[in-house]
Structures are given as structure tokens and as C-alpha cells.
């Protein structure tokens, strides 16, 4: 399978280095588009093909994600509209607010066709292998659809979703990175109050979160089965969650996911 990217920004340059690093596709198998050619040098060096020519790479792809910021979206897809064959390519268009309907019809040749078309919203975790992915089919088939949930499963975990929750998946998920690693950056600077050097309170955090997801993942419990075991009565703990939230914890990050889609 030919995979192309066209933009290699902060989300295709991590969906590109998600794709090189998981090891399913053959790096020539990639290909990356984008007007600057610095870059491009990145994945150059490890074997994609790589061109400044959107439609050269668009021809390329059996698959072709389309990762640009929303209002660049339509003039990327007319662009490389004419260079497609719609018999065999899927298009995924990774932009946040951009709506399928309007996809399709910027794709739509002469004959009132329209390729294989999904959205999908990854987080930039995907360079990690570790993102949350939500796809939407747009006029994909469920084959389709298959096959390109499969690709982002090896970067991670996916949810096959409505367009209706894509916003709130995006708010969730991508979104959410930023707010983890507010917490993250919160709990270093409290563990230097501590006592702790910095880099050292950074390392205690974040093997803690890991440790807390990793736990979750594990044996799927809800968050509160899991406090209760370390919450012993009239402990630190409990102190430490009850000053927390008289500070609003719960309800700052609830209003600040609500926040992020104008609510």
C-alpha cells in the first residue's frame, strides 16, 4: 500500500514520522508533500519519497491523507483533483472543523464522482505511535473504512465516530494533549516546591501519569476504583484530591473541555 501526506506541518509531520516508525510500510511506500522543502529533508533522510508537488503525490497514493490547515483544505483538494483516480484512492482529510459534506463536494469531478472520502482527527501523540484517532466515513464503504482505521491503529487507538462528535472528539483527545501536559507541567512545578530539582520532579509526573494510564488500560476500571485503593482514611491522599477540589479541579477541566467547543 502507497500511503501519500500532503502537509507536513505539525500534524502531517507527525502523522509521517507515526507511519516511518511503526514499521508496516516500506518507507518508500511514503510519500510527504509540502511547499517547503526544509521540511521535507526529515523524512528524505529516512527514505519516503518527498516532493513540493501536491498532485505528484497525490497520484502517488492508494491512500492519501490531506493535512493542512482548514482553510487551505479546499484549495489543496482542487488542486489535486484532477491528478486522482477515484476508481482506486481513498482520501482521509485530517482538519479540524471541516465538514464531509463539503468535502465531497470539493472532490466532485464532472461526472458527479467522488473518491473514497473519511475524516479523521489524530492527536500529535500519532508520532509516538500512541495517538487516540476519531474516523469518520464520509462516502467510504465499510472496506474502506477498515482499511484506514487499520492504518491508524498501528499508530495508536481509534474510534470510528459520527461527524457529530468529531468536535467533541477533538476537544477530548487533541485538545486534551495540551491539558494533560498542563497537569504535567502543574505537578513538576508543585514537586519543586517540594523540594525536588526540576528534572527530576518532571521524571516523577510523568512515570506517575504513566502509571495511572497504564493501570487503567490494564484492567479497565473506572478512575474511582482505582483512588479508593490509595485513599486511606484520614490520609494525605484524600487531603491532597478534597483541597484539589475545593479549587474546582472536576469543574475546571469539564468547563474547559466545554470551552473548547463554544460552550
Known amino acids: 500500500m ?9 500534524m502531517g509531520g507527525a502523522t509521517a514520522r507515526g507511519l516511518l516508525k511503526c514499521g508496516a510500510y516500506s518507507p518508500d511506500a ?3 508533500a509540502d511547499p517547503t522543502v526544509a521540511k521535507l529533508e526529515e523524512f528524505a533522510a529516512r527514505g519516503a519519497q518527498t516532493t513540493t508537488d501536491n498532485a505528484v503525490a497525490a497520484s ?10 482548514p482553510w487551505l483544505v479546499q484549495s489543496v483538494l482542487e ?5 486522482m483516480d477515484y476508481s482506486r484512492q481513498t482520501v482521509v482529510v485530517i482538519a479540524a472543523g471541516v465538514a464531509g459534506s463539503q468535502v465531497a463536494d470539493w472532490m466532485r469531478d464532472g461526472q458527479g464522482r467522488t473518491p473514497r472520502l473519511l475524516l479523521a482527527i489524530p492527536n500529535i501523540a500519532i508520532a509516538e505511535l ?3 484517532t476519531f474516523i469518520v466515513p464520509v462516502t467510504a464503504t465499510e ?3 477498515e482499511t484506514v482505521t487499520a492504518i491508524f491503529d498501528r499508530m495508536g487507538s481509534t474510534i470510528v465516530t459520527e461527524e457529530r462528535l468529531l468536535a467533541a472528539g477533538t476537544t477530548l483527545a487533541s485538545c486534551g494533549i495540551a491539558y494533560a501536559m498542563r497537569y504535567v507541567r502543574a505537578a513538576s512545578e508543585g514537586g519543586v516546591e517540594l523540594g525536588f530539582r526540576a528534572d527530576d520532579a518532571k521524571k516523577i509526573v510523568l512515570q506517575t501519569v504513566k ?3 497504564d493501570l487503567l ?6 478512575p474511582e476504583a482505582e483512588i479508593d485503593k490509595v485513599t486511606t482514611p484520614g490520609g494525605v491522599t484524600i487531603r491532597g484530591l478534597n483541597e484539589m477540589e475545593h479549587a474546582g479541579f472536576t469543574s475546571a477541566v469539564i468547563r474547559g473541555l466545554k470551552a473548547g467547543l463554544g460552550k
Open 79 to 83: 488542486g489535486i483533483k484532477p491528478a
Open 30 to 32: 511514503i510519500t510527504v
Open 2 to 10: 502507497n500511503i501519500s501526506i500532503i502537509g507536513a506541518g505539525a
Open 143 to 145: 472496506a474502506d473504512t
Open 130 to 132: 500512541s495517538s487516540m
Open 211 to 213: 502509571g495511572a494510564v
Open 217 to 222: 488500560m490494564a484492567n479497565g476500571n473506572h
Open 60 to 69: 502517488r497514493g492508494d491512500v492519501v491523507m490531506v493535512v493542512v490547515k
